[in-house]
Structure formats: C-alpha cells, structure tokens
C-alpha cells in the first residue's frame, strides 16, 4: 500500500469511503493547470472559486481521482481539502530518512536553495515552491520518491525553500516540515506590512532556527538583526568577496578561492552558505565546489543576456531594498552607459516613502533612471533626472533613450510585472541568450 492508495489515504484524512474503485496516485497537486499524469488533484476554495469546478481539467490531464469537500464520483470526500492536504503533507514528512534543510530569508532563498541543492546531489522544492500547500506537495513527492528507492538507507537530503509574510507563519511551516538544518540568507526590509518591521522579520525568520536541531548557519548580514538567544548553537558565515562586474564574482571559501558565474554579492554569499553547509554535512570541499558550479539558477536573479545592442541585467523576479543595493552595486560596477528600469518595492509598510527616496539617492549618476509604478514617483525628491512611469508597459517608451552599448537594470517586486518590460526589451533589440561564464 502506498500513501496515494485511495484505501490508505482515506482514513489518514478522515474521508468519506470513495464512491466507486480509483486508482492509486503517483504525486498531489492543487492547481489544475500544473496536474502531472498520476496526481491526486485537491479541489481546495479559493478566493473568488472553488477547486470543484476545474475537476474535469484536472481529470483531463491525467488526474488519478480527487480530494474535496464536495462529493464527485470520482473523489474523496473530506471536511476541509486545504487542511488534508496539509495533513497528508506532514504524513509524508514523518516517513522520510533523508535530511530536510529548511533555506528562509528575505531575499537570496530560491537562488540559495538551488546552489545547497547541487552542492548536496539533494531534492529541492521546484521554483519558488514556498507555501504551506506547495511545501506538503514536495514532501509528499519526495517520500514518494524515497518510498521508490532501491536503497531506502541512503536517501539524499531534501532542501526546502520557507517563504513568510506574516507572524505566526513560519512556526506554521516548521510545524508541516520539520526541518533538521536550517539556513538563513538576509533579513532587511520585506514583507513589513505583515511583519511590522525588520525586528520582526528578524524574529520570524529566526523561528526557523529554533526549529533545527542539527547544522544552523546565518550570513553575516542575517547575523547583525537576530538576538544572542536565536543565535545559539548558529555559524555565522562571512564572505571575502570580490566583483567581477557584471559577469561573475570571486570569493574565499576555506582557504580556497572560487570563481562564480553569478554577477553581485549576494550570489557569492548565498554559494558560501550552500558550500558551507554541504561541507558541515560531510561533502568534500573540491566536489561541493564542483557541483556548485552546475546549479541551474531561476531567471529573473540579476541574468545578463546579451542583445548586441546592449547588455540587460534582468532582474525583474523582486525588489526589495537589500536586492536592490546588490542590484545597482553590480550596474555601477558594469561598462557604461549605465540604465536602470526600476519598479516599486511592494510590502515595506510604512517606510515605503522612505525607501522610495533612498532608491532616488541611490540612482544618482546614472546615465538613464526609470522608476515604474506610483511609489517610485517619490525617486524625483532624490534624483531629479530620474524619468518616471505608471507601469512597465509605460516604461517601454523609454527604451528610445537608452544609449548604443548601454548596460541595462530591469528590477522590482512581483506586483510590478517588470518582466513584461523585459520581454519589451528582448523583442525591440533581438533574440537574448544566457551569456556563460
């Protein structure tokens, strides 16, 4: 019996007996357009509709049967969907045998994970898979995984991204994964309209430490917010690093030297970190530097493509202040001309004037500024060159003023959709590909 037959998924999550046979699932999912072939489909309520009403797209895509708190012939009946597949969620986990590295922080998590991921030859949650109910589909994936494994003694770790936005959260997410390392990337300015301010961010984020029980490690920068009692039993991990411009950076680690791919600062601190903690657990220096160097990045993380016209730093995933500086640190240190499309940084509360003018001060010099969305009007008070627009699309227009051989920052939080100007860019100065290193 696996976890996904219907005869021992139902009474895990108190389920109603099915109304006919159904086939026993291969995975979980809850969004009917990501429903792999074998998936228990969750037919969960959202926000404006409920998950019942895409259940032939589900079925349609290969779904095995259904999970719901309304009958269907070929599903099983539950009190609340959301809640059982929270519930299957932290079944799978207690089967696990290999290790579960929690990865938090305010910016650096998803790039941070994919590096820890290839220095560890570990499972990692895919994309930014960061809530409660993508967390408990890749437990349940990876006990599935392990369940499947000719040696059920030797499983490698699974590394799990934790993403929060407000209090209480992050004791939600240990709670469903119960992590047995943990690593901490930044903590700054992000998400403060449910978090209040960076104290407790810090706070938060913290709480993943008091979960751990085995390797803790914390940036230097993440160390400076949390307090001496979150900071027992923690490694405090510094970097020596050095800018190549905008194509790669150096740092030292372990008396070694390594080059990285990745433009910025926080690329080399966050590939510290995951060197760090595959050496705590056991991973020879040489073949954790090695299979760094093969992590696969998400895009949108400060990617330099090259148009032929010009060089776009793409970094439009987020934005917050701490990305931000990172961001323009690598613009500044890139040949010029130097152009900067900026968008709003979102969830700052009450310091998002303040953080908007700094963002201005930060711009000066520059040869082309462009803030996007109303917040960054207030970069004006700052910079006065600065130029400004409503929203990406907008920004567009300005792409005749960027300068022959320009360097170009496309950057802000994901409310902004600042890949759409990216996409503007790609088709207005040519096909765009990855440069290597």
Avoid: C
């Avoid at 006990?143 to 209090?167: M, N, S, T, Y």
């Avoid at 209480?168 to 240990?174: K, Y």
């Avoid at 926080?266 to 903690?277: K, Q, R, S």
């Avoid at 051989?405 to 802000?412: D, E, F, P, S």
């Amino acid at each position: 019996m696996t976890l996904l037959d219907p005869a021992t998924l139902a009474p895990l999550l108190g389920a109603t007996a099915p109304a006919a046979a159904l086939p026993t699932g291969t995975g979980v999912a809850f969004d009917s357009q990501r429903v792999r072939e074998g998936d228990v489909f969750f037919a969960l309520q959202g926000a404006r509709r409920h998950g019942i009403e895409f259940a032939d797209e589900a079925l349609g895509r290969g779904a095995a049967y259904l999970v719901s708190d309304r009958p269907h012939p070929r599903g099983l009946r539950v009190e609340d969907a959301g809640a059982a597949l929270l519930e299957l969620g932290r079944q799978a986990r207690a089967r696990l045998q290999g290790a579960v590295i929690g990865v938090t922080g305010s910016a650096g998590k998803t790039t941070t994970k994919a590096m820890l991921a290839a220095t560890l030859g570990a499972r990692a949650t895919p994309g930014n898979f960061n809530t409660p109910y993508a967390l408990a589909r890749t437990l349940v994936d990876a006990a599935l995984a392990e369940a499947a494994a000719p040696d059920a003694a030797a499983q490698p770790p699974l590394v799990l991204e934790l993403g929060i936005d407000h209090v209480g959260e992050m004791a939600e997410l240990t709670a469903l994964t119960r992590p047995d390392h943990a690593l901490v990337t930044t903590i700054g300015a992000s998400h403060l309209a449910g978090l209040g301010d960076v104290a407790g961010v810090a706070r938060e984020k913290g709480a993943l430490l008091a979960a751990a029980s085995g390797v803790k490690l914390v940036s230097a920068s993440a160390a400076e917010h949390l307090t001496p009692e979150l900071l027992e039993g923690v490694t405090v991990v510094g970097a020596h690093v050095a800018l190549l411009g905008d194509h790669g950076s150096r740092l030292e680690a372990f008396g070694r030297v390594v080059e990285l791919p990745w433009a910025g600062r926080p690329a080399a601190e966050n590939a510290l970190l995951a060197l760090t903690m595959a050496v705590r657990l056991g991973v020879p220096l040489d073949t954790a530097v090695e299979r760094l160097l093969t992590a696969d990045l998400e895009g949108g993380r400060l990617q330099r493509r090259s148009l032929g016209q010009l060089t776009l730093i793409d970094d439009s995933y987020n934005s917050n202040p701490a990305s931000l500086k990172a961001a323009l640190e690598v613009l500044f240190a890139s040949p010029a001309p130097r152009v900067a499309f900026l968008g709003d940084m979102r969830e700052l509360g009450g310091r998002e004037a303040e953080e908007h003018r700094a963002m201005g001060a930060a711009t000066v010099g520059l040869d082309l500024v462009v803030g996007v969305g109303p917040a960054s009007a207030l970069m004006k008070e700052r910079n006065p060159d600065a130029r400004w627009a409503h929203d990406a699309l907008a920004a567009a227009a300005f792409l005749e003023e960027v300068p022959p051989g320009a360097t170009v920052l496309v950057k802000g939080s994901r409310g902004v959709q600042m890949e759409r100007l990216v996409e503007r860019i790609v088709e207005r100065f040519g096909d765009a590909e990855r440069l290597q290193p």
